[in-house]
């Protein structure tokens, strides 16, 4: 078989994984606007079940012997090419969704389904008792995933930090926020010492279908459109997407202030991310939001431009990608959930690295609705 045609092979098998993964994100949607209570328990099912299947499919044998075969091919594409991004992408996923097993898989979304449901009515009875066992749940189940990459030599923060920011260290994190502390806490000092600002004006009746009217106008000038997509009412606001050209906005309605309207502009920022990103990488990998940093700083700014970024560091108008040189590393195999386990086989190819996100700073769903486990599985 040629290079192209293990190429060819390899999309194919990417776009069924997505295919999934996008119909998982739909259904994490629906489970937060349209259904109802009662469906909860069958939807975590469904849920957990195709996050188990999309897992299988992705880290088969097949697509790590496409991989193997593929790593010369690799060095000889440009490096800022997309088939060249795809492959190393696929490849450090690859690598990191196989320490997974896909029942530790299953058993972490189904949680997570069961969670998102059980928080939002304690916080609708303020009940954080009737909350804490979900929470729990998830604590320990987020522990055993630790445990799949105790040989990688992070710290357990920096390990969960990777599916949100690949590549982070604490240590960056802690930095940058020594410097944020520098600058706003004397802003805080200062704001406290000033006159009291008026505030009455943003508290009172505000009904929800005006509200509905100026943050839809508000929008519509920002570039929303009804045909690629839509905006519902949900309990914490969040934005996901079920394709370039399907993008789900919610936002939160109280009428007593206004404060949809922030929530409904900050979702939109996400959005035209996503909506913006490169239809040619639909249904491959490099589609999906990879960086933290980065769509929230697109979210705050509206930006709509993007970039993939390979070896040598430069972009190009495609998805946020970041990808630098790293070691070669033996392809692991899965753990057991309770303990890691070693390489099993090795390839010659450099593994370079790169971010991944969604929304989860303000809003209530990652972009994705989730992160997987290993990143794209």
């Given amino acids: ?78 490096p800022e090419s997309i088939d060249a991004a795809l492959i190393r992408t696929t490849r450090r996923d690859y690598e990191k969704a196989r320490r997974v097993p896909p029942e530790l898989q299953a058993e972490i979304t189904k949680a997570e389904v069961l969670g998102v449901m059980a928080w939002a009515e304690a916080r609708r009875n ?66 406290k010492a000033a006159e009291p600002v008026q505030t009455d004006f943003a508290h009172g009746h505000f009904p929800v279908e005006k509200q509905e009217l100026v943050g839809r106008e508000i929008l519509e000038r920002l570039g929303y459109s009804s045909e690629a997509w839509r905006l519902d009412p949900t309990v914490h606001p969040f934005a996901t997407s079920i394709s370039v050209d399907d993008i789900r906005l919610t936002t939160r309605y109280s009428e007593t202030d206004a404060e949809s309207i922030f929530h409904t502009s900050h979702e939109f920022g996400h959005g035209i991310y996503e909506n913006g990103i490169d239809r040619e990488l639909e249904r491959t990998p490099l589609v999906e939001l990879n960086s933290m940093v980065c769509t929230s700083r697109r979210a705050a700014s509206g930006r709509t431009s993007s970039a993939v970024r390979g070896p040598s560091g430069a972009s190009s108008s495609r998805g946020c990608r970041r990808s630098s040189p790293s070691s ?44 997987s486990p290993g990143g794209w599985s």
Avoid at 48 to 68: N, W, Y
Avoid at 173 to 178: C, H
Avoid at 347 to 360: E, F, K, Q, V
């Fill in 328 to 371: 070669s590393a033996g392809r692991p195999t899965r753990c057991t959930g309770a303990t890691s386990t070693a390489s099993s086989r090795t390839s010659s190819a450099s593994r370079p690295t790169r971010s991944r996100t969604g929304c989860t700073s303000s809003c209530g769903t990652r972009s994705s609705r989730r992160s």
């Fill in 126 to 191: 303020s009940d954080f008792e009737a909350f804490l066992p979900y929470l729990e749940k998830n604590v320990d189940l987020k522990q055993r995933y630790i445990e799949c990459f105790k040989d990688t030599g992070k710290s357990d923060y920096d390990i969960l930090l990777d599916d949100y920011q690949e590549g982070a260290r604490s240590e960056e994190i802690t930095a940058i926020f020594e410097r944020v502390k520098e600058v706003v806490i004397p802003l805080i000092q200062e704001v």
């Fill in 1 to 78: 078989m040629s290079q192209e045609a293990k190429l060819k092979e390899l999309r194919e098998r990417l776009g069924e994984i997505l295919d999934l993964k996008r119909a998982s994100a739909l259904l994490g949607w629906d489970q937060q606007t349209m259904m109802p209570p009662a469906g909860n328990d069958a939807r975590s099912d469904q849920l957990a079940t195709i996050d188990r299947m999309s897992h299988e499919l992705f880290v088969s044998d097949e697509v790590g012997k496409l991989l193997d075969d593929l790593a010369q091919h690799e060095q000889e594409l440009d």
